[in-house]
């Protein structure tokens, strides 16, 4: 359980970063 949430964490922080350089290409 606390694997996963380390995991989903770091992929959402991922996952927000690669969104907001979407967000300023586009």
Do not use: C, E, P, Q
């Amino acid at each position: 359980m606390k694997t996963a949430i380390v995991l989903g964490g770091s992929r959402g922080i991922g996952k927000a970063i690669a969104d907001s350089l979407k967000s300023l290409n586009y």
